[in-house]
C-alpha cells in the first residue's frame, strides 16, 4: 500500500514558468513531509523540508505547501530551470522513523 | 557536514556471485543507516534498516539470507548480495541518520548492480 501518494507522474514546464507536484498521505503519525530531487544515477539529495505546524515553507525559489486537515503538501518550484530537470519524491516519517517515498515526478524544463 | 559516501558507484558481477556495497558517514555518528533499492524510473523501497551493533530489520519480502547486512561502526553499514542473480540487478542506494529522533536523513550516491 503505497503511503503516500504523489502527483503528476511527469511534468513538462517551459523556462521560468512554476512547476507544481502534489502528494497526499493519511497516516495521520506523519510528522516530518521532505521533498527530495534525484538525478539519473545519483541518490537523492534534501531539498526542503516541513513540518505539520507551519502551513508554508520557503527556500529560494522553493516552496512548500502544507495543508494538514486535507492531509497534503505540495512543491512549488518558482522560475523553473533546465538544471531544475530532476526526479522529485516527496516522503514522509512518523517520529522521526522510516521514510515513506511518494512515487516521484519527473520534470523536465524545457528552453 | 553530512556526507555519506556509497562505493561502489557501479558494479558487474556474474551469476552465483557475492557483491558487497558499503556506505560510510563521513563526517558523523549514523546510529542508523537504512538501505534502499530502487528500479528504474520507480521510487525507493526500503529494504531494510540496521542500528549499529544490532540485527538489521528487514522490511516485508525482503530475503535477510539473500541480502545481508552488517552495521558494526558508528560510521560503516555494508550491504551483501549474495549467490547475485540477474533480477537482483538494480540501484541500491543507502542512507545514514545521526540518531534516533532525529529527521536529518543522508543519502548516498547510490550503487548500479548489473548480475550477468
Known amino acids: 500500500q503505497q503511503q503516500v501518494k504523489q502527483s503528476p507522474q511527469s511534468l513538462i514546464v517551459q523556462k521560468g514558468g512554476i512547476s507544481i507536484i502534489n502528494c497526499a498521505y493519511e497516516n495521520t503519525a506523519f510528522d516530518y513531509f521532505p521533498w527530495y530531487q534525484q538525478f539519473p544515477g545519483k541518490g537523492p539529495a534534501l531539498l526542503i523540508a516541513i513540518r505539520p505546524d507551519v502551513s508554508e515553507k520557503k527556500e529560494g525559489r522553493f516552496t512548500i505547501s502544507f495543508n494538514k486537515s486535507a492531509k497534503q503538501f505540495s512543491l512549488h518550484i518558482m522560475d523553473s530551470q533546465p538544471g531544475d530537470s530532476a526526479t522529485y519524491f516527496c516522503?514522509?516519517?512518523?517520529?522521526?522513523?522510516?521514510?515513506?517515498f511518494g512515487t516521484g515526478t519527473r520534470l523536465t524544463v524545457i528552453p | 557536514g553530512a556526507v555519506v559516501s556509497q562505493h561502489p558507484s557501479w558494479v558487474i558481477c556474474k551469476s552465483g556471485t557475492s557483491v558487497k556495497i558499503e556506505c560510510r558517514s563521513l563526517?558523523?555518528?549514523?546510529?542508523?543507516m537504512f538501505w534502499y533499492r530502487q528500479f528504474p524510473k520507480q521510487s525507493l523501497m526500503l529494504m531494510a534498516t540496521s542500528n549499529e551493533g544490532s540485527k538489521a530489520t528487514y522490511e516485508q519480502g525482503v530475503e535477510k539470507d539473500k541480502f545481508l547486512i552488517n552495521h558494526a561502526s558508528l560510521t560503516l553499514s555494508t550491504l551483501t548480495v549474495t549467490s547475485a542473480h540477474p533480477e537482483d540487478s538494480s540501484f541500491y542506494i543507502c542512507s545514514a541518520r545521526p540518531g534516533t529522533g532525529v529527521t536529518r536523513y543522508t543519502f548516498g550516491s547510490g550503487t548500479r548492480l548489473t548480475v550477468v
Open positions: 563526517d558523523f555518528q549514523a546510529t542508523t
Open positions: 516522503a514522509a516519517s512518523p517520529g522521526a522513523n522510516n521514510l515513506f
